[in-house]
């Protein structure tokens, strides 16, 4: 009799520890809603290039995003509608955070201003403006690790910077396991000291996948200069129906007919141009 | 509303129900019965592939021939994914197929099938769905013959799954092919002849969990893992294009690099 009661009393403990568990919000922290792209391309301080970025591109109906800002760690909110009227803007966010996957589920948004986070607080780190001293051999060592990693194609793209010594991985890639090897091959660079994978990996539904192939093949026959054998200096990344086009092209008119080229491809709901134009060595 | 109408939206989805369970049914039938083939007599393949015409010794892996397409157009860095088949079985053309059990060789090809899933997902996700960039992977074990009566001892608990006679994958070899999921055009191809099974049988159903048949998973699991060696060799980039990919890859936020 006894011990049936010991076991009722501590399964009603453990339960009601459970439900608190379920219950509890997760954490707060000072954060700048950005979009997707801005987010994994335009790393470092939140600058007045930067917030016009997040705007323009949120307008052409690029996803929202959160940017923690005392780590820079990009973070993919459950609900869209709380955070994209925000873009552009400072808010504290509270919600539970899963790193491994860079998700957050949002329970609750509370605009602020810049101001309002005291000075001294590592969430000022991406607010205020920072000069880095970065060993130009140090980058050169991670950039051609991350070039030289097997398995991926144009639908890849990964990028990184370097603050100091702590090292910011982003971009996107189609195959999970490229999110763990550029972060296991950056962490064996001797001199890194951290790392902050952003990665985000792209989900290989049908829909996507009819869209990368119809756009490789458009760039394929009007730019095949820039595809050889195993890759391309053109990278097409493709998210839930957007075509987003990196890399870098040789002149402004090859930059303008990969755009016409992929605004043809069935299906895809939006274009956005992001490829670089070579500067040409007498400039 | 009229009773009429009643019966007649009553009739409709009475009607309905009988067409969704006819439709099931068609498609219940047209799945394929796992078929179990015999290597012909004194063939030095099984049969399995369309053509076995492009097959070369393949450097670093004793015992394998195989083939990559080179085509700039078709060849496995042109894909980003992959369909796995069922694995196929093609016994030794003097085994006497009346010894086959159903079960077993089901739990054999299942456990190879999830052995190759395992080792080649995390170079090509697995997809569900055919399509474009996606690669069919098909797979066969070949040779597989019948050893002796299985000990009462090492029977299954359940007796009417147990095996009567043993599996031996002795002279077990694999013959694995990645073939376009839309077009069946043959992009790779591997016959892995490396001798891995010899001394393995399998005398129960429940291979996955029973120690006995430890040998043969693990002949299994080396064989996944071998075909897994081949992709990454057939991805390694030539040194023309390592050096074009090393010169192309220019990260977009260098400008927060600032270099003092």
């Known amino acids: 009799m006894k011990s049936a009661l010991l076991t009722a009393v501590i399964l009603l403990v453990s339960s009601s520890g459970l439900c608190a568990a379920a219950d509890r919000p997760g954490e707060t922290f ?13 790393l470092g301080p939140i600058n007045e290039a930067r917030v016009g970025c997040s705007l323009s591109t949120a307008k052409d109906g690029d996803e929202p995003v959160l940017i923690r800002l005392q780590n820079n760690m990009v973070l993919t909110v459950n609900k869209r509608k709380m955070v994209e009227k925000l873009v552009g803007q400072f808010m504290q966010a509270t919600g539970q955070v899963k790193v491994s ?57 990964i990028s990184f910077s370097l603050m100091g010594t702590d090292v910011i991985l982003t971009g996107w890639t189609v195959r999970s396991t490229n999110r763990s090897e550029a972060q296991s091959r950056v962490k064996d660079v001797e001199g890194v000291t951290s790392i902050v994978n952003n990665i985000d990996v792209l989900p290989l539904g049908h829909f996507d996948m009819q869209i990368r192939a119809g756009a490789r093949a458009q760039l394929a026959q009007s730019l095949s200069r820039y595809f050889w054998g195993s890759g391309s200096d053109i990278k097409i990344v493709v998210k839930n129906g957007d075509i987003i086009l990196l890399g870098t092209v040789a002149t402004k008119e090859d930059s303008d007919l990969a755009f016409i080229r992929c605004n043809s491809v069935p299906g895809a709901f939006h274009v956005f141009n992001l490829l670089r134009v070579r500067k040409s060595s007498g400039s | 509303m009229s009773k009429k109408v009643k019966f007649n939206l009553n009739s409709m989805r009475a009607g309905m129900t009988v067409a969704l369970l006819l439709v099931t049914m068609a498609g219940c039938s047209r799945e394929q019965k796992p078929t179990v083939k015999k290597i012909p007599a004194n063939a030095e393949f099984s049969g399995f592939f369309k053509s076995y015409a492009n097959l070369k010794p393949v450097a670093g892996m004793e015992g394998a021939v195989g083939y990559a397409a080179t085509n700039a157009q078709k060849n496995l860095h042109k894909y980003i994914a992959c369909v796995i088949d069922p694995v196929e079985v093609y016994l030794a053309s003097d085994a006497d197929e009346a010894k086959l059990n159903e079960t077993a060789r089901a ?3 299942e456990y190879f099938r999830a052995a190759l ?21 098909r797979a066969a074990v070949v040779g597989v013959d019948f050893g002796g009566e299985v000990a009462a001892a090492d029977k299954d608990a359940d007796q ?13 070899r694999v013959e694995m092919e990645l073939l376009d999921s839309e077009t069946g055009e043959q992009i790779a191809a591997l016959v892995d002849k490396e001798n891995l099974g010899n001394g393995a049988e399998i005398g129960s159903t429940q291979l996955a969990r029973n120690v006995k048949w430890a040998a043969a998973r693990a002949a299994f699991d080396g064989w996944a893992l071998r075909v897994r060696d081949f992709l990454n060799a057939s991805n390694e980039l030539s040194p023309e294009d390592a050096d074009k990919a090393d010169k192309s890859y220019q990260p977009y ?4 690099v600032a270099a003092k």
């Open chain 2, 117 to 137: 899933v395992k080792s080649v997902s995390s170079a090509y996700p697995v997809v569900d769905q055919a399509g474009p960039l996606v690669l069919r992977l």
């Open chain 2, 253 to 256: 936020s260098s400008a927060t």
């Open chain 2, 107 to 109: 739990a054999a090809t």
């Open chain 1, 101 to 157: 996957d860079g998700t957050m589920k949002l329970s609750e948004v509370s605009p602020e201003q810049a101001k309002d986070i005291p000075a001294g607080d590592p969430a000022r780190k991406l607010i205020d403006p920072q000069t880095y001293r970065t060993d130009a051999k140090l980058y050169e060592k991670i950039r051609h690790e991350l070039a030289m990693m097997p398995y991926t194609s144009e639908f890849d793209f």
């Open chain 2, 160 to 172: 009417k799954k147990g095996l009567a006679y043993s599996v031996n994958i002795g002279k077990v």
């Open chain 1, 30 to 42: 000072h954060a700048y809603v950005d979009t997707d792209i801005c987010s994994r391309l335009m």
